[in-house]
């Protein structure tokens, strides 16, 4: 499996931070504003009292989240300054530059950490689930968001329109076409379905759900972390 390069990840992202929001919406056909919503609601659900935002970017599901649950101490991060910068701005009221791989918290500080869009493009992804892990409560929720490719009739005219017309379209709006040709690469290798909960039960979480939204094109996993109960057996054997 090819892994992103955290170098060539962080400077695309600091060059598109300006028209990140803009291009996301055009591409995506506005759906990203219900992928977020659907995030939210499972959030709120789970009624947490302190939640981590990994890779949030320009925070646009942070922001959705402090709004629809203002009694949430939330916490967005992110290694690109850039992109956090808009964030900020955008009224993001905790940020924080950090590297996922390397999160500034102790153990068990959070009771859910969200990722979307994020998680793909990190060097490691075994590491980065292990430190989202290590920083969750036991029990606590990791819910990722993320690109799959549909496993039905969209298969096909998906594949070609993420990388026929998504580069060219994105290379109008940012300017930076060879960042959104990345984004097609990087959603081919990305671990779907199973394959993901499978990753995600060998690096800290006891269970994991896979749900696509719009017939897949991005897939939803909710997993918790072991309880301490688990832990303490696991260390015993
Ligand atoms: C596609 S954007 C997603 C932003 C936002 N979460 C959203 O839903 O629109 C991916 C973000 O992941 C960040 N990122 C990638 N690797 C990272 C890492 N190792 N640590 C922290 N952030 C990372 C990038 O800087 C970028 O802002």
Known sequence: MRVPDAVYVKNAFARIADRYVLANHVLSCGMDLWWRWLVTRIVRQSNPRNLLDVATGTGDLALDIQDACPDIDITATDFCPEMLAHASARGMRKTQVADALALPYPEASFDV?????????????????????????????????????????????????????????????????????????????????????????????????????????????????????????????
Not at 154 to 168: F, M, Q, S, T, V
Not at 175 to 180: G, H, L, T, V
Not at 214 to 233: E, F, R
Request: hydrophobic share 40%; glycine share 8%.
């Open 113 to 237: 950490v969200t990722v979307a869009f994020g998680l793909r493009n990190m060097a490691d992804y075994p590491k980065a689930l292990r430190e989202m892990a290590r920083v969750l409560r036991p029990g606590g929720q990791l819910i990722i968001l993320d690109f799959s490719i549909p496993q039905n009739v969209l298969r096909a005219p998906y594949r070609w329109y993420l990388h026929n017309i998504l580069p060219k379209i994105a290379g109008w709006i940012t300017r930076e076409k060879d960042a959104y040709e990345y984004l097609g690469a990087s959603i081919e290798q990305f671990p779907q379905g199973d394959a993901m909960c499978q990753l995600l039960k060998e690096n800290g979480f006891h269970s994991a759900e896979a749900t696509p939204f719009t017939l897949g094109v991005v897939t939803c996993y909710v997993a918790q972390t072991n309880w301490i109960g688990d832990i303490l057996s696991q260390d015993r054997r």
